[in-house]
C-alpha cells in the first residue's frame, strides 16, 4: 500500500468590497378603527394607496411583495366588567426593492405621504441586486490568500506544492447595511441615503500535497 503523500494544510480568507446598489425597505401599515370592517378597509386602502405610489415612482411590480393582512382585537380590562373590546387593530407589511437608489428619498416620502399616520417604517437596509459577483471576487481573493500561504511555507520547508487534496469554502455574505429604524414615519422627505461600500468575505481551506 503507498504511503499518504506528506500535505500541507492552510486557510485562506479573502474579501470584496462594492457600493451596494439595493436598497430593501419594510413598510407596514397599522390601523386601528372601532370595528373590524373599518380597520379591514382602511388597512387595505393605506396599502393599497402606498403600492400605488411606488409604482408612480418607477418601483416594479416584482419589487412590491405584501406579506398578508391581519385583524385583531384589542382590549382593555375593567374593573366590574373584565376584559372588554376597545377596538380593532389590522396590519400589513409591504417589502419594497428600490434599485435606483438616487431616488430612494423621494420614493420614500411619496411612500409616507399615501399612507399617511397608518404608515410605519420598520427598517432599511442596503445591499447587492447581484451578489454572485462580489462572492465570486471575494472567493478568489481567499484562493490567491491560501496558495501564498502554503507556497510560502512549502518554500521555507524546501518543498514544493503539488496537487490539491482537499477544498473546503465557506461564503460569510455581510448582512445588509441597516440605514434606519424608525416606528413611526416622521419627516421622511430629509432621510438621505448614503450607500457606502459593504463587503462579502470568503474562508477557503485547501490542503495541498507536498512534493520534494
Known amino acids: 500500500m ?18 451596494p446598489d439595493l436598497l430593501t425597505l419594510s413598510i407596514g401599515v397599522e390601523c386601528r378603527r372601532e370595528t373590524v370592517a373599518g380597520a379591514y378597509g382602511d388597512a387595505g386602502t ?11 415612482h418607477g418601483v416594479e411590480d416584482a419589487d412590491i411583495s405584501a406579506s398578508g393582512l391581519n385583524v385583531r382585537a384589542e382590549v382593555n380590562w375593567q374593573e366590574g366588567r373584565g376584559q372588554t373590546v376597545s377596538g380593532y387593530l ?3 407589511m409591504l417589502t419594497i426593492r428600490i434599485r435606483r437608489l438616487s431616488a430612494s428619498s423621494q420614493v420614500l416620502a411619496a411612500a409616507v405621504a399615501a399612507g399617511g399616520d397608518d404608515v410605519r417604517l420598520n427598517g432599511l437596509s442596503l445591499g447587492f441586486a447581484d451578489a454572485a459577483a462580489v462572492e465570486a471576487r471575494a472567493r478568489e481573493a481567499a484562493w490567491q490568500d491560501a496558495r501564498t500561504t502554503a507556497a510560502h511555507y512549502a518554500a521555507l520547508s524546501g518543498t514544493g506544492l503539488g496537487r490539491v487534496l482537499s477544498l473546503t469554502q465557506h461564503t460569510g455574505f455581510q448582512p445588509p447595511v441597516p440605514v434606519a ?5 416622521v419627516a ?5 441615503v448614503e450607500a457606502g461600500e459593504s463587503s462579502v468575505t470568503a474562508t477557503v481551506g485547501v490542503v495541498w500535497e507536498l512534493l520534494d
Open 2 to 19: 503507498a504511503d499518504n503523500p506528506r500535505s500541507i494544510s492552510v486557510t485562506g480568507t479573502g474579501t470584496a468590497e462594492a457600493v
Open 90 to 92: 389590522a396590519s400589513s
Open 188 to 192: 421622511a422627505e430629509s432621510l438621505t
Open 46 to 56: 393605506s396599502s393599497a394607496a402606498i403600492t400605488s405610489a411606488l409604482r408612480q
Open 181 to 185: 429604524k424608525m416606528q413611526r414615519a
